[in-house]
Nanobody, 124 residues
Framework: QVQLAESGGGLVQAGGSLRLSCAAS????????MGWFRQAPGKEREFVAA????????YYADSVKGRFTISRDNAKNTVYLQMNSLHPEDTAVYYC?????????????????WGQGTQVTVSS
C-alpha cells in the first residue's frame, strides 16, 4: 500500500515556474514507477510525465516536453515535477500516481495509487 500527498500548487503568471512535490508513505516507494497526470475543468485526466523506479528513465507528454522535468528522491520518498515556462493551458489539478508495473506506463488505468491532487492555476 502506498499513500501519496501532493503539494506545491498555486497561482502563477504565464511564463512562471512551480515545483510540485509528491510525498509517499511506505517502505517500498523505490519499487514503484511514478507518474504525474492533470485534469483541467471539463476535460479528461491526461498523462504529463513519468519516471522509472530508479529515476534513469523519464517520459513526457508532447505538450510539456522541454518545459517540465520529473525527478525523484528515493531516500526522501518523494517525486517532483518542476514546471517552467507555464502557459494558461497548463491550468489543472495535478495528480501524482504510483504503478507497480515493471515497465513505466503512461496509461491512467495502469496506475495503482493516486494522490488527492493539487491545483495549479496559470494566469495570462
Amino acid at each position: 500500500q502506498v499513500q501519496l500527498a501532493e503539494s506545491g500548487g498555486g497561482l502563477v503568471q504565464a511564463g512562471g515556474s512551480l515545483r510540485l512535490s509528491c510525498a509517499a508513505s511506505g517502505r517500498t516507494f523505490s519499487s514503484y514507477a511514478m507518474g504525474w497526470f492533470r485534469q483541467a475543468p471539463g476535460k479528461e485526466r491526461e498523462f504529463v510525465a513519468a519516471i522509472s523506479w530508479s529515476g534513469r528513465s523519464t517520459y513526457y507528454a508532447d505538450s510539456v516536453k522541454g518545459r517540465f522535468t520529473i525527478s525523484r528522491d528515493n531516500a526522501k520518498n518523494t517525486v517532483y515535477l518542476q514546471m517552467n515556462s507555464l502557459h494558461p493551458e497548463d491550468t489543472a489539478v495535478y495528480y501524482c500516481a504510483a504503478t507497480s508495473r515493471v515497465v513505466v506506463t503512461t496509461k491512467i488505468k495502469e496506475y495503482d495509487y493516486w494522490g488527492q491532487g493539487t491545483q495549479v492555476t496559470v494566469s495570462s
